[in-house]
C-alpha cells in the first residue's frame, strides 16, 4: 500500500483501542524477568562460550604484531581470533569505522582480538595477557583546533542554505545578536549494553543480537563476515535501550560470529562499559554561531546559524542547523555547517542527532534575542510562528500548532509569574524559570508486516520491527485490535525476527507511525480476504466486536478464518506528502531550577512539556517516552559530557561512574500534555512520533531557567558549577 494521499476517515479513527491508555503487554514478562534479552538466550542442552573483547591501547596507527600465545595456553581458552588473523573485512554500509580486521586502527578501543573461554572470568584473564605491539600515528581529538580546518562536506548532506540576503539584513537590523555556543561529546549509556549471541549450523548463522534495526543489521553483518544475507538470521526481539547507538552494527556481533566459527559452539559476546563510550558511537560535539537582527518589535529579519562538528574520515555531520531552516520564520536566512577530520571513536547517531544540540544553542540565543528587545520570550517566539517552510514559502506545514503548545504550557505553568533575572530567592535558593521550543521533523519509512487470523479468534502480528522500551508491542497490539474489530487480549505480536517482513524498526522518532501503518496496511489486506472468503461487499464491511458484519449478516471471527486461518500482508510505503508539505512535531518546554547561591549546585524543581505530535496511539506509552526523554534533556544540560584526552585520543570517563546521567529521582516533577490533534498529511494513523522531541529543547530550557535564576548566561554544555560560581552574589 501506498500513502500518498491525506487520510480520510478510516477504521483507525473509531478509536475504541488506539488512543486508549493500555497498559503494556510485554510489561508482566519484563518485571517477571521473562523477557529474553539478547545476552539472556539460553539453551540448557546447549553448552555456550564466552567471548571477550580485546580492545586497541592506541587512538592511530597500526598494529605490528600480537602475541596470544599466553593467551591460548590460560585456562578454559578455546579460541582467540585476532584482526590479524581475519585479515581486512568489508564494511558495512551504515559504518563508518572498520568494525574488525586487519592492522589499522582508526580510533582508541577499535576491537583487534577475541578471546574465547568455558567462561567469562576465563575469557577476561586471558583477554589481559596478549601482547600487542603497534606502530602509533599522531591524531587529531581537539574540535577547536581542527574546526580550522574544517570542510563544507558534499552536498548529500546538505549542509548549507540560504533565502534572501543574510549579510545586508543582519547589518541593518537594529537589534542583534552574535553569538558562540558549545555542546560535548556525549555517549548513548543504555542500560543494556551492546550484546550478541552466535550459532553456526554449517554455512548459516544464527544471531541474538541487540539491535533497533534487524534488516540494516542483517545485511551488514552478511556483507562483513562476507557471506549472504540470506545465511543470517537475526533475533532481537526485546532490547534494553539504544537511543541510536544500536541502529547499526556493532562490534559485539562480529566477533561473537568469528569465536563460534573458531571454537564450534555458540558464543556470548557483551561489550565491557567503557567499549561503549569509545568502541561503539556517540553525539558529536559541536560549536555553534548564531546570529539574529531583529526589528524592534521583534520581527526577525535576519537569521544564521553555523555549526562545527568533528568526525573520522568519511563520517557524516552532526546536523545541528536543521532545525533552524524550518522553526522561526524570518525572510533573511542562512545556516552552514562544516566538518572537521578527527581521530576519535564514531560519530553517529544519538536520540534526536542534529535538533538536540541545535536547539540547546538556538533556544539560548532565542532567549537572549527576548532580553535585548525587551520582549518576554513566549512573545518573541509567538510573534515569529510560521505555517509555512520559511525557506520555501510555498511549502506550507501539515499541521503545526508551536503556538497553542507555548500558550497553554505558560498557562499550566504559571508563566506570568516570572521574576526578572536574580530576582527571587528561598533561602538560599535562587529560583529562576525558563522556556524553550521543542521542534522535531516526522519521519517514515517503509514498514512491513504479516497479520494472521487463526480458527480460534486470535490475531497475530509478525514483524521484524523493534521494541526498544518504547512499547512497540502495545501499541502495534491496539492497531491490530482496531484495525480487525477485537479486544487487544486477543491479539499476539511477535517483533524483532529477520524470518518476518521488513519494518520501519526502531529510531528517528519514525518508529511507532510507521510501523503502525505497515502493519495498517497488513490488516487491510486480512480483511479483505476475510471479505472476500465470506462473500462480502468490502466497502461496507464492519469489523467490531470479535465479528464480521454486512448487511444483516454477522459472522464470528474465529468462524471466518476456517481450519486454515488466513493471513494479510503488506509493506506501507509513502508518496511524495512529506514533499509537498512540511512534516514536523511541536512542543513547549518548562522548567523550574533552584541554583545554590553559595556554591552553584543547580537542581530542577519541575518540568513540564506541552507536546503537538498529531495523534497519540498510547498516551502511557507516550508520556513515558516523553518524561524519560526529558530526563535525558537534564542530564544533557547539567552532567554528560564525554572528556577527551586530546593527548592519547579517547574518552577518558567512559563507564557509569564518571560519565554522569540524570536519574529520575534527580527531577520531583514532571507533567506531559498532549495536544489533542491529529494530522491526516502524516499516515493513516493521523500520529506522528514523540520519542525525541521530548528531548529537543529541554536542555535550553534549563539553561534559560539557571540564567533567569542567578543572572549568569552559560553558552557552553553542560552547566557545571564551575562556570556559575564566580557570578554569584558574594556571600559571607
Not at 546447549?46 to 596507527?61: N, Q, R
Not at 545485511?219 to 533475533?235: P, R, S
Not at 504479516?450 to 497475530?460: A, C, W, Y
Request: aromatic share 6%; hydrophobic share 40%; charged share 20%.
Amino acid at each position: 500500500m501506498q500513502f500518498d494521499t491525506p487520510a480520510t476517515t478510516n477504521p483507525i479513527d473509531r478509536m475504541k483501542v488506539v488512543g486508549k491508555p493500555i497498559h503494556r503487554i510485554d510489561g508482566q514478562s519484563k518485571t517477571t524477568g521473562r523477557a529474553k534479552y539478547a545476552y539472556e538466550w539460553h539453551d540448557a542442552d546447549i553448552a555456550y562460550a564466552y567471548g571477550y573483547p580485546v580492545g586497541s591501547a592506541i587512538a592511530k596507527g597500526r598494529i605490528t604484531s600480537m602475541d596470544t600465545s599466553a593467551a591460548k595456553a590460560a585456562p578454559g581458552v578455546l579460541a582467540v581470533v585476532t584482526t590479524l588473523d581475519v585479515g581486512d573485512l568489508k564494511k558495512g554500509q551504515f559504518n563508518t569505522a572498520s568494525l574488525f580486521g586487519g592492522s589499522q586502527i582508526q580510533h582508541y578501543h577499535q576491537a583487534i582480538a577475541v578471546v574465547v573461554a568455558e567462561t567469562f572470568e576465563q575469557a577476561r584473564s586471558a583477554a589481559s595477557l596478549i601482547k600487542v605491539d603497534y606502530a602509533e600515528e599522531q591524531g587529531v581529538f581537539d574540535l577547536e583546533v581542527a574546526a580550522e580546518k574544517a570542510v563544507k562536506p558534499d552536498e548529500s548532506q546538505q549542509p548549507d542554505s540560504a533565502a534572501g540576503d543574510f549579510d545586508a539584513a543582519f547589518r541593518a537590523a537594529p537589534v542583534t545578536l552574535d553569538a558562540r555556543y558549545a555542546t560535548p561529546d556525549q555517549s548513548h549509556a543504555m542500560m543494556e549494553p551492546h550484546a550478541s549471541i552466535a550459532a553456526w549450523n554449517g554455512d548459516e548463522v544464527t544471531l541474538w543480537t541487540s539491535s533497533q534495526m534487524i534488516d540494516w543489521w542483517r545485511g551488514d553483518f552478511a556483507q562483513t563476515l562476507g557471506i549472504d544475507k540470506e545465511k543470517v538470521h537475526l533475533m532481537s526481539p526485546f532490547i534494553g535501550g539504544g537511543f541510536g547507538g544500536k541502529l547499526f552494527l556493532r562490534v559485539d556481533a562480529v566477533l561473537a560470529a568469528f569465536g563460534a566459527k573458531a571454537c564450534g559452539c555458540p558464543v556470548k559476546v557483551a561489550l565491557p562499559r567503557p567499549f561503549i563510550a569509545n568502541n561503539t558511537t556517540h553525539r558529536p560535539a559541536t560549536l555553534q554561531r548564531i546570529r539574529i537582527g531583529a526589528e524592534r518589535d521583534g520581527k526577525i529579519t535576519a537569521i544564521g546559524h553555523e555549526s562545527w562538528s568533528g568526525n573520522l574520515p568519511d563520517g557524516s555531520l552532526e546536523t545541528a542547523v536543521m532545525q533552524t531552516r524550518l522553526l522561526y520564520a524570518g525572510e533573511n536566512r542562512m545556516t552552514a555547517m562544516r566538518l572537521a577530520a578527527l581521530d576519535l571513536p564514531e560519530g553517529n547517531a544519538m536520540r534526536a542527532p542534529g535538533e538536540a544540540p541545535g536547539l540547546m544553542a538556538l533556544e539560548i540565543a532565542i532567549d537572549e534575542m527576548a532580553e535585548k528587545l525587551g520582549i518576554d520570550p513566549i512573545e518573541f517566539r509567538i510573534i515569529n510562528d510560521t505555517q509555512v517552510d520559511p525557506e520555501n514559502p510555498e511549502r506550507p506545514f501539515s499541521h503545526r500548532d508551536l503556538i497553542g503548545c507555548l500558550k497553554l504550557g505558560a498557562e499550566r505553568f504559571g508563566w506570568d509569574a516570572r521574576k526578572a533575572p536574580a530576582a527571587r530567592r528561598e533561602g538560599n535558593w535562587m529560583i529562576g524559570v525558563g522556556v524553550a521550543a521543542a521542534f522535531r521533523n516526522n519521519l517514515v519509512l517503509p514498514s512491513g508486516a504479516r497479520v494472521r487470523l487463526g480458527s480460534d479468534g486470535i490475531v497475530t502480528v509478525e514483524t521484524d520491527m523493534t521494541d526498544i522500551g518504547t512499547g512497540s508491542y502495545t501499541i502495534i497490539a491496539q492497531t491490530a485490535a482496531e484495525m480487525m474489530g477485537v479486544n487487544i487480549d486477543k491479539v499476539a505480536v511477535q517483533l524483532g525476527d529477520s524470518r518476518f517482513p521488513v519494518s520501519a524498526g526502531s529510531g528517528g522518532q519514525f518508529g511507532a507511525n510507521s510501523s503502525t501503518s505497515g502493519v495498517y496496511a497488513a490488516c487491510i489486506k486480512l480483511r479483505e480476504a476475510v471479505a472476500r472468503k465470506l462473500g462480502f461487499n468490502s466497502a461496507d464491511v464492519v469489523f467490531e466486536d470479535g465479528n464480521v458484519r454486512s448487511g444483516n449478516r454477522t459472522v464470528p471471527l474465529a468462524e471466518a478464518a476456517g481450519a486454515d486461518g488466513l493471513v494479510g500482508e503488506d509493506t506501507m510505503t509513502w508518496g511524495d506528502l512529506t514533499e509537498t508539505h512540511q512534516q514536523s512535531t511541536f512542543g513547549g518546554h518548562f522548567v523550574e531550577v533552584g541554583v545554590d547561591v553559595a556554591t552553584g549546585e543547580t537542581r530542577i524543581r519541575r518540568m513540564l512539556a506541552v507536546c503537538a505530535a498529531g495523534r497519540i496511539l498510547n498516551p502511557i506509552t507516550a508520556r513515558s517516552q516523553m518524561i524519560g526523554a526529558m530526563t535525558m534533556g537534564a542530564g544533557g544540560a547539567l552532567s554528560e559530557e564525554l572528556a577527551v584526552d586530546t593527548r592519547r585520543g579517547f574518552f577518558v570517563n567512559h563507564d557509569l561512574a564518571g560519565y554522569e546521567i540524570a536519574v529520575h529521582a534527580d527531577i520531583p516533577h514532571q507533567e506531559v500534555i498532549f495536544m489533542d490533534e491529529t494530522d491526516p498529511y502524516s499516515s493513516p494513523m493521523k500520529a506522528k512520533g514523540v520519542g525525541e522531541l521530548g528531548l529537543c529543547g529541554v536542555a535550553a530550557a534549563i539553561a534559560n531557567a539557571i540564567y533567569n535564576a542567578t543572572g549568569v548566561r552559560v553558552r557552553d554544555y553542560p552547566i557545571t558549577l564551575d562556570k556559575l560560581i564566580g557570578g554569584l552574589p558574594d556571600v559571607a
